[in-house]
């Protein structure tokens, strides 16, 4: 069946209700994993921002940059090591994470997002002490703790009708020092700073399952009071947890949901926010 004008057009009258419902909000959205790395996908995640701007919906960029560190790393000779599932980054490694996530793997989102027809604008933890941190632990070596969000940078990028694109990347308060962050922990730990209507992380599963091994059993939605008992059932368990605690923090905090959403399916972010589809796993309150 072929997809005509008049299906189009009726396509985009249904989207209507729901532009209208987040036009003038900001969504903080966390983008990593396939949807990264491949061609196709990359270029649907950045098709959906652009479009999204377009219609009056504040969208924040929060990126990582793992495959890209550690290409480099290897490039130098230095084996990736990690601790608890993060990365351990002495005080060589944390120069290349600096160049290589403030560096290349920002301004090329940037360029591609303006390349592709949108207004973007490159920002860092560093840029106005955006983000300030303090040292994690030392097993970690230079990954910070977020102890502060000054969210002026991005405000004011968003004010002026860019799309602001950070790279995870603090300042240190306890010492002259940049500090590594993890990409969820900081699109979390903004989205609350900028009282986003949502926070979005952008993953390479379908979202939280029952049985990791079906993916029929997504759960859809989730409240926060829930969250103790699926943890001691294992039902969110290795990788899964940071994800959920930082979906859990932010809607405590005051953002009205958190969704863990597959970066795997094409335009996932028009279908979370512009259709009923619900293909990821919502928290809220």
């Known amino acids: 069946m072929s997809f005509n004008e008049m299906d189009r057009a009726q396509v985009l009258a249904e989207a209507l209700p729901y532009i209208q419902k987040f036009t003038g909000k900001t969504i903080v959205v966390k983008y990593g994993g ?27 960029v929060v990126h990582g940059g793992g495959p890209e560190i550690s290409e480099m790393l290897k490039k130098l000779g230095k084996e990736s090591k990690f601790v608890d599932g993060l990365r351990y980054t002495d005080e060589e490694t944390m120069d290349i994470v600096q160049q290589v996530l403030c560096g290349r793997v920002n301004k090329d989102l940037v360029a591609t ?8 604008l490159g920002l860092c933890g560093l840029d106005g002490g955006l983000l300030q941190a303090k040292k994690l632990d030392d097993k970690y070596g230079q990954v910070g703790d977020i102890t502060k969000v000054d969210a002026a940078p991005v405000i004011g990028a968003l004010n002026n009708g860019y799309i602001p694109v950070v790279a ?5 308060v306890d010492a002259e ?27 390479d599963v379908r979202g939280l399952l029952r049985d990791p091994k079906n993916e029929a059993t997504l759960i859809p939605e989730l409240q926060l009071s829930s969250v103790p008992a699926l943890v001691r059932e294992g ?3 290795g990788g899964m947890i940071p994800k959920v605690e930082c979906c859990v923090e932010s809607v405590r905090s005051g953002v009205k949901s958190a969704v863990i959403l597959d970066g795997r399916v094409a335009h996932s972010l028009l279908m979370e926010l512009l259709t009923d589809a619900g293909i990821g796993t919502m928290l809220t309150n």
């Open 113 to 120: 997002l303006n390349r592709l027809g949108g207004r973007a």
């Open 177 to 203: 020092v940049s500090y590594n962050i993890n990409a969820d922990t900081a699109a979390a730990k903004l989205a609350v700073a900028l009282e986003a209507e949502k926070l979005i992380l952008l993953t």
């Open 168 to 172: 995870t990347v603090a300042q240190g």
């Open 34 to 60: 396939n949807a990264m790395v491949s061609d196709e996908l990359r270029h649907a995640v950045i098709s959906d921002i652009i479009l999204l701007s377009l219609v009056g919906i504040r969208v924040v």
């Open 235 to 237: 039902v969110i368990s």
